[in-house]
């Protein structure tokens, strides 16, 4: 049986475009993190050992008997623009999951478009990223991992995970400088499906 | 040339390749990634794009050139070539592609094909760019210097 150790999480990352795996597998193991990457939202369901009929799994966070090496995965970062399967189709798919609803998902998107920001929150994805994905949003994965994993064992550690940077969902709150910027800058920024964000001042980019 | 002329070669060509507007931030995000682990993240990165852009320009000609033109295919793949070129930081790709997306809603044909013309050119002028890039920073690696970061 193989576990994760408690040094390295392993993220699953579900994207159509080989480029863009690519590059989030790069972020990813930047960030010392084990990744698997696939193409699409059933190869996806097929790694976690997806059953529709799963329902005695509810103790578990890996993949049901039927796999041959139980896989633990701690976060799920996907796409949303997917052939066959979106990111949002498979977000359902896993919350609908007893057995795998307790796995953080993040989504993807090349497009910022708030309804459908809006529509992945609710459906419980913790974080919306904006690509080009960059390294200071791969940051932000850590803090959901760890709860994931403290909520599982049932540890009270909530005192830990609020002294850790970034707080969950803050719909209700005011934009906070620092934390959760992502979800809150994403809709912000207006309804533009393509924003362009001037991000190094230092070097001149003949802005469009 | 000695090392430090090659270098200086390599920082005056890429930064005008960032004046031009040919490549943007998210290119420096790719070199960032690069480290003596993965010395040819950028170049592998590159190289599939290059690849994928091709088959999806190719597509585009092939499904304008049909009688009926199936526009969400079009979209579809214009869609795509957005992507990877905003992933790869190919500026003036990703901006045809912004403009070309909006003649595929309208359906207009014309419009669609001077944009596939458009992101063929862009395409071609980015990736000639990067490819004399790399020979100059290869230049750099096999007479021993390295390579300058950005800033």
Same mark, same amino acid.
């Given at each position: 049986m193989v576990m994760a150790s408690d040094s390295q999480f392993h993220v699953l990352a579900v994207d159509d475009s080989i480029i863009d795996r690519k590059l989030i597998e790069r972020l990813l193991k930047t960030s010392s993190f084990q990744v698997t990457a696939v193409d699409s939202g059933s190869k996806a369901l097929e790694f976690l050992g997806f059953?529709? /009929?799963?329902?005695?799994?509810? /103790?578990?966070r890996s993949v049901s008997p039927n796999n041959h090496h139980e896989v633990e995965v701690n976060l799920i970062i996907t796409d949303?623009?997917?052939?066959?399967?979106t990111g949002y189709d498979l977000l359902k798919k896993i919350k609908e999951s007893s057995s795998l609803k307790n796995i953080p998902v993040v989504i993807m998107s090349s497009e910022n478009v708030p309804s459908r920001i809006n529509r992945c929150l609710e459906e419980g994805a913790e974080e919306f990223f904006l690509k080009p994905v960059r390294l200071s949003d791969v940051n932000k994965l850590k803090p959901h991992m760890m709860k994931a994993k403290f909520k599982d064992h049932e540890k009270p550690a909530k005192q830990e995970e609020e002294a850790s940077e970034t707080p969950e969902?803050?719909?209700?709150?005011?934009?906070?400088?620092?934390?959760?910027n992502n979800k809150r800058k994403a809709m912000d920024e207006?309804?533009?499906?393509d924003r362009t964000r001037p991000r190094y001042s230092g070097l001149t980019v003949v802005s469009n | 040339m000695d090392v430090g002329q090659l270098q200086t070669r390599f920082v005056d060509y890429r930064k005008s390749m960032f004046c031009e507007g040919l490549l943007d931030s998210q290119f420096i995000q790719l070199q960032q990634l690069? #480290?003596?682990?993965?010395?040819d993240f950028v170049v592998e990165v590159v190289s599939l794009f290059f690849e994928d852009s091709e088959k999806l320009l190719n597509e585009l000609s092939k499904t304008l050139g049909?009688?009926?033109? #199936?526009f969400k295919k079009v979209d579809a793949h214009v869609h795509q070539l957005k992507g990877s070129s905003s992933s790869i930081g190919a500026q003036r790709v990703k901006n045809a592609c912004i403009a070309f997306r909006n003649y595929c809603e309208e359906e207009n044909i014309e419009g669609c094909l001077r944009c596939v013309q458009q992101a063929k050119q862009e395409y071609f002028l980015v990736k000639g760019k990067l490819e004399t890039l790399f020979r100059l920073e290869q230049q750099i690696v096999v007479a021993g210097g390295v390579i300058p970061m950005v800033e």
């Open positions: 059953n529709e /009929d799963q329902q005695r799994n509810t /103790d578990q949303y623009c997917m052939p066959g399967m969902v803050q719909q209700s709150q005011p934009p906070q400088p620092q934390s959760n207006g309804l533009s499906s | 690069q #480290d003596e682990s993965n010395p049909q009688q009926t033109i #199936d």
